[in-house]
């Protein structure tokens, strides 16, 4: 059973793990560095411990306990108990969700482990807004995708604000790195994937012909906002495919594209 521990002191070294949650780019070094990520929020937090990620401690203001308590009994992990203001003065920001746990990562498997049983999956491309992240993490859940592989320079999945917009969906799709951009999309095509590039040029062929939901494994490559897929991923497709758009609109949000992506991907396969 879990301790459960009053903190009044904002410095108190057993907090450490909370200090400074505004700041992204210490947290970006930090975390994967001292292998933790932070979840915010009840349903976010009890996601993870599904997922079978193992508690540090947790940080929760006093109304929360009895909501969690079934999480704090089964628990192997400290408990600090503090007030919100305490809270804002650690974290940086107001807690609104009252709860906050930091979590140990797991080691990320390779690529060949995600592909062997795969058959849709999506490949991001220099994604590098933690809340795009967490949109198409919760996307490729909600809509059956299989896996995501992520090129070096995408943001980190279990960045606090990627967990908190996908739901905890980040804990529930296997996701590796591809090293080496983009030559390691040929690992991707030898194991069996037809690439498709999702992009607004006029030049690509519409979803609806290319019919992707017919393909044996396809795997759906996405670029960052605003830029798109750079010309040598690109290059390295083996067909370019668009959503077709109205009233003048030349592109989606690349959270809202993928979403649309992802269900001509996967239309008509049995639910997971």
Not at 21 to 27: A, F, N, P, S, Y
Not at 40 to 64: N, T
Not at 235 to 251: E, F, K, L, N, T
């Given at each position: 059973?879990?301790?459960?521990?009053?903190v009044?002191?904002?410095?108190?070294?057993?907090?450490?793990?909370?200090?400074?949650?505004?700041?992204?780019?210490?947290?970006?070094?930090?975390?994967?560095?001292?292998?933790?990520?932070?979840?915010?929020?009840?349903?976010?937090?009890?996601?993870?411990?599904?997922?079978?990620?193992?508690?540090?401690?947790?940080?929760?203001?006093?109304?929360?306990?009895?909501?969690?308590?079934?999480?704090?009994?089964?628990?192997?992990?400290?408990v600090?108990?503090v007030s919100?203001?305490?809270?804002?003065?650690?974290?940086?920001?107001h807690?609104?969700?009252?709860?906050?746990a930091?979590?140990?990562?797991?080691?990320?498997?390779?690529?060949?482990?995600?592909?062997?049983?795969?058959?849709?999956?999506?490949?991001?491309?220099?994604?590098?807004?933690?809340?795009?992240?967490?949109?198409?993490?919760?996307?490729?859940?909600?809509l059956?995708?299989?896996?995501?592989?992520?090129?070096?320079?995408c943001?980190?999945?279990?960045?606090?604000?990627?967990v908190?917009?996908?739901?905890?969906?980040?804990?529930?799709?296997?996701?590796?790195?591809?090293?080496?951009?983009?030559?390691?999309?040929?690992?991707?095509?030898?194991?069996?994937?037809?690439?498709?590039?999702?992009?607004?040029?006029?030049?690509?062929?519409?979803?609806?012909?290319?019919?992707?939901?017919?393909?044996?494994?396809?795997?759906?490559?996405?670029?960052?906002e605003?830029?798109?897929?750079?010309?040598?991923?690109?290059?390295?497709?083996?067909?370019?495919?668009r959503?077709?758009?109205?009233?003048?609109?030349?592109?989606?949000?690349?959270?809202?594209?993928?979403?649309?992506?992802?269900?001509?991907v996967?239309?008509?396969?049995?639910?997971?």
């Amino acid at each position: 059973m879990a301790e459960v521990i009053t903190v009044e002191d904002p410095d108190d070294p057993r907090l450490s793990d909370y200090t400074g949650l505004t700041d992204v780019e210490l947290r970006r070094r930090r975390e994967p560095a001292e292998g933790l990520f932070i979840a915010e929020g009840e349903k976010v937090i009890r996601r993870a411990g599904q997922a079978g990620y193992v508690m540090r401690s947790m940080l929760l203001s006093a109304k929360w306990l009895d909501a969690m308590r079934d999480v704090i009994d089964a628990a192997r992990a400290p408990v600090y108990v503090v007030s919100p203001d305490l809270a804002e003065r650690v974290t940086g920001y107001h807690v609104h969700r009252g709860a906050l746990a930091s979590l140990a990562r797991k080691p990320l498997p390779t690529v060949a482990d995600v592909l062997r049983t795969a058959r849709r999956v999506a490949v991001m491309e220099a994604v590098n807004d933690h809340t795009n992240i967490g949109a198409i993490f919760r996307s490729a859940a909600a809509l059956g995708m299989d896996a995501v592989l992520l090129s070096p320079d995408c943001a980190d999945p279990l960045y606090r604000r990627s967990v908190k917009v996908s739901m905890g969906a980040v804990f529930s799709v296997p996701y590796a790195r591809l090293e080496g951009w983009p030559r390691a999309l040929d690992t991707v095509r030898d194991a069996g994937f037809r690439l498709l590039a999702l992009t607004p040029d006029a030049r690509a062929v519409p979803m609806d012909t290319a019919a992707p939901h017919r393909m044996e494994r396809v795997a759906l490559m996405l670029g960052a906002e605003g830029d798109g897929l750079s010309r040598r991923a690109l290059d390295s497709a083996d067909a370019w495919v668009r959503i077709p758009m109205a009233h003048g609109v030349d592109s989606l949000n690349v959270g809202a594209a993928a979403a649309v992506a992802f269900y001509a991907v996967t239309a008509g396969r049995p639910e997971h």
